[in-house]
Nanobody, 115 residues
Framework: QVQIVESGGGLVQSGGSLRLSCAASGFTFSRYAMAWYRQAPGKQRELIAFISSLANTNHTDSVKGRFTISRDNAKNTVYLQMDSLKPEDTAVYYC?????????WGQGTQVTVSS
């Protein structure tokens, strides 16, 4: 079955960096797009980065130039490199994919940025 597992979150000071990982299994990873979302307390979950099966990427404006999504098909893993972190980046970060017309989510990883 499809499994999505995020890791790499933690507590970091403003201006710091983190790299999130999302390990996927149960499908042919290289053939599917992946995405990172985040959900801050009291806010809706938002799409922040997307990578196609061909590694074309898109980032939402609020993270453009600071966050970078990438993928390693040999490891069935997608990454989110987060630099110049701000307190407003504090959220639970989720990875997902759309496989066979069903959306699969991981459990999320908490990122907390202190000022």
């Amino acid at each position: 079955q499809v499994q999505i597992v995020e890791s790499g979150g933690g507590l970091v000071q403003s201006g710091g960096s983190l790299r999130l990982s999302c390990a996927a299994s149960g499908f042919t990873f290289s053939r599917y797009a992946m995405a990172w979302y985040r959900q801050a307390p009291g806010k809706q979950r938002e799409l922040i980065a997307f990578i196609s099966s061909l590694a074309n990427t898109n980032h939402t404006d609020s993270v453009k130039g600071r966050f970078t999504i990438s993928r390693d098909n040999a490891k069935n893993t997608v990454y989110l490199q987060m630099d110049s972190l701000k307190p407003e980046d504090t959220a639970v970060y989720y990875c997902n994919t759309n496989f066979m017309q069903r959306i699969y989510w991981g459990q999320g990883t908490q990122v907390t940025v202190s000022s």
